[in-house]
Nanobody, 121 residues
Framework: QVQLVESGGGLVQVGGSLRLSCAAS????????MGWYRQAPGKQRELVAS???????SYADPVKGRATISRDNAKNTVYLQMNSLKPEDTAVYSC???????????????WGQGTQVTVSS
């Protein structure tokens, strides 16, 4: 089995910064794309940023210029640095990863449990 565990959420003031981490563990052969999603109360979950195994990144328009996604392949960990936080960034942030457990298997999609980020004014 594979587990994704996020950390780094919390209460931040407007204009502040935080860094989220998500570590994958378990039976892992390789990890393809990793990403961060968020879901605010009453809203649908949305993709915040993603990064491929080769390091190519993609960002949602609301966070472009304020967010940086990165990964450490040796640690099976993905990070999300968020700066200039706004109240509308308040949400539960979850990480997502496409994981191959063995060389012969297809990649399966896994989710973390989520971490709350609250931006207060």
């Amino acid at each position: 089995q594979v587990q994704l565990v996020e950390s780094g959420g919390g209460l931040v003031q407007v204009g502040g910064s935080l860094r989220l981490s998500c570590a994958a563990s378990g039976s892992i052969f390789s990890i393809n794309t990793m990403g961060w999603y968020r879901q605010a109360p009453g809203k649908q979950r949305e993709l915040v940023a993603s990064i491929t195994s080769g390091g190519s990144t993609s960002y949602a328009d609301p966070v472009k210029g304020r967010a940086t996604i990165s990964r450490d392949n040796a640690k099976n960990t993905v990070y999300l640095q968020m700066n200039s936080l706004k109240p509308e960034d308040t949400a539960v942030y979850s990480c997502n990863a496409d994981v191959r457990r063995t060389r012969s298997e297809w990649a399966y999609n896994y989710w973390g449990q989520g971490t709350q980020v609250t931006v207060s004014s």
